[in-house]
């Protein structure tokens, strides 16, 4: 008697987890479509004030190949983010092929970032992917959490090393002592060193204010930081090639000046950073013709990867529509 109650309670819980999938894909759909729109939406409104030839021109001031050394760096951070979500899918039980990951970071990321709050922004997408390959709500909050501490993990550790070895720009913009800049920068670095002993050490479930943590292995800790860390300094060489076609400046410098406009991007959800990014380097670079430089980099870093996020998110809800997108 006991296997047919197992089967049926089993057949009742899909059945009412078929019933939910279904009620949830209109709204799916709709977040599919505004993200295509606002996708659409934000490269107009980013190139709408340049003409073909003033945007031509000043690209063009930046030599070609500190240009393809930026894109280059950006698309290398795209490959690091693809390995958030590869690693974020096994620490939440539910690992998929890499093509499969790939495709929704690259996709929820590449629009997250230029939208804003990429948490959510993002996470939807993620979900409209996730969620066909048998992913539940809770296993893709999973994923969000664990990428969204990737995140933390590694902008904390660049900071640490920015801070360490270019402090001037905390200095100056944050108004920080040095004695603060060093302490800050020394909690910056040990805050991965920490994360992963206790990933190592821990084996119950890390409760913080009453929610229950599980860390993950210690092999998957170490990755973790290891793909955060390098998506930032990609991220950071990426904007660094594109100002060093117009002016020399170390990498230290303009990592430390990329940290502090992350992280005001991060507290302030502005989308894709605008006006941020530029009003730090304009700190760092004073005097100098940052224009070019910096479409440069939005170019390469935000809005390419906007367009082809949008055609692939827009070409997978067509491949889908279709009936073939569970295989």
Same mark, same amino acid.
């Given at each position: ?9 089993? %057949?009742?819980? &899909? ?21 295509? &729109?606002?996708?659409? $939406? ?14 031509? &021109?000043?690209? /063009? ?10 894109? %280059? ?8 983010? =693809? ?17 499969? #990951? ?11 970032? +230029?939208? @804003? ?32 501490? =990737? ?9 640490? &090393? ?13 108004? $920080? ?12 670095? #040990? ?14 479930? $890390? ?47 303009? #990592?430390? #000046?990329?940290?502090?406009?992350? +992280? ?7 989308? /894709? ?5 530029? =009003?730090?380097?304009?700190?760092? *670079?004073? %005097?100098? %013709? $940052? ?8 170019? +390469? ?6 367009? *082809?996020? =949008?055609? @692939? ?11 073939? @997108?569970?295989?």
């Amino acid at each position: 008697m006991s296997v047919p109650d197992r089967a049926g309670g089993k %057949g009742r819980a &899909a059945l009412r987890r078929g019933r939910a999938v279904a009620a949830s894909k209109p709204f799916q759909i709709a977040v599919a479509l505004a993200a295509i &729109a606002l996708g659409a $939406l934000l490269i107009y409104r980013a190139l709408k004030d340049y003409s073909f030839d003033e945007l031509v &021109a000043a690209v /063009g001031r930046v030599p070609t190949g500190r240009v393809a050394a930026s894109a %280059g760096f950006a698309a290398a951070s795209y490959v690091c983010l =693809t390995l958030f979500d590869y690693l974020a899918l096994r620490y939440a039980g539910k690992p998929l092929a890499y093509r499969r #990951a790939a495709l929704a970071s690259f996709v929820g990321l590449s629009l997250g970032h +230029t939208i @804003g709050l990429a948490a959510l922004s993002s996470g939807a997408i993620r979900y409209r992917f996730y969620s066909r390959w048998g992913l539940d709500a809770g296993e893709v909050a999973k994923v969000i959490l664990f990428c969204g501490l =990737t995140v933390g993990l590694g902008l904390s550790g660049l900071a640490g &090393a920015a801070l360490l070895f270019e402090p001037g720009i905390a200095w100056d913009m944050a108004g $920080l002592s040095p004695a603060a800049t060093y302490g800050l920068a020394i909690a910056c670095l #040990a805050a991965p060193v920490l994360y992963v002993l206790l990933a190592a050490c821990l084996r119950a479930p $890390l409760v913080v204010r009453g929610w229950s943590i599980a860390l993950p292995g210690p092999k998957l800790a170490v990755a973790q930081v290891a793909v955060g860390v390098a998506n930032f300094l990609c991220v950071a060489a990426c904007l660094h090639q594109a100002l060093a076609g117009v002016r020399e400046v170390g990498f230290a410098a303009v #990592a430390s #000046a990329y940290v502090v406009a992350n +992280t005001a991007t991060i507290l302030s959800h502005v989308p /894709g950073g605008l006006g941020v990014i530029e =009003t730090v380097v304009q700190h760092l *670079l004073p %005097g100098v %013709g $940052l224009v070019g430089p910096l479409l440069v980099f939005r170019f +390469t870093y935000f809005l390419v990867p906007l367009a *082809l996020g =949008t055609l @692939g998110l827009a070409a997978s809800e067509a491949f889908y529509a279709r009936g073939k @997108g569970s295989r």
